[in-house]
């Protein structure tokens, strides 16, 4: 048994799957994003040793910064190891993506030739051809329909311009030559004087018989006789 095989638990001959994968990686890249956390105060630790021993007490400041350096190394590998660990992560996840796009597309596809299997080329242009023939004869009988041949058969159109050729002549005539029309009926005047005109009516025989009157008085007088012939 090689020694992959004993650190992950024997003969493995199902491979993980991308999601399993991708769990995995995601674990390591937790456990190792806290050991570096770890690490980090563990260098502030170290280098706040040496600051307070520079003076006093060299050697333990010396082994203070030696520790500091171990463990700067260790940070610098653990984050090497992230960076190819979230690579490889990435690229399951695209794989992931592009497994879970394919097998969608293949669906599909399996779904479409499942539609067209029962379908022919030919048999759907066949039933297009027999669609626009019927619309064809739809039409002609809805143009037989609508012609109205029963109706008006029976006249004759030249009766039918001779009639109208009367009827402007005798247009022409009463227009033209002056044909008188029937005068109108129109009511008959009233006999009897409106309230307003036997009031005018009488006045009027009133000034009439005053003015006759008093030319009668002229005539009998002599100087007036004389004036009204100057007057003259």
Known sequence: MSFFGKMFGGKKDVAPTTGEAIQKLRETENMLIKKQEFLEAKIEDELSTARKNASKNKRVALQALKKKKRLEKQLQQID????????????????NT????LTTMKDAADALKNAHQHMDVDKVHDMMDDIAEQQDVAREISDAISNPVAF??????????????????????????GI??????????????????????????????????AEAADDDDPVMKQLLSWAN
């Open 80 to 95: 090497g190891t992230l960076s190819t660990i979230e690579m490889q992560r990435e690229a399951l996840e695209s794989a």
């Open 180 to 213: 008188p029309e029937p005068a109108p009926t129109l009511p008959e005047a009233p006999t009897e004087d409106l309230p307003e005109k036997a009031k005018e009516k009488k006045k009027a025989t009133t000034t009439t018989n005053t003015t006759t009157t």
């Open 152 to 177: 008006g058969a029976d006249l004759d159109d030249e009766d039918l311009e001779r009639e109208l050729d009367e009827l402007e002549q005798e247009n022409f005539d009463k227009e033209i030559i």
């Open 98 to 101: 592009n497994t879970a796009v």
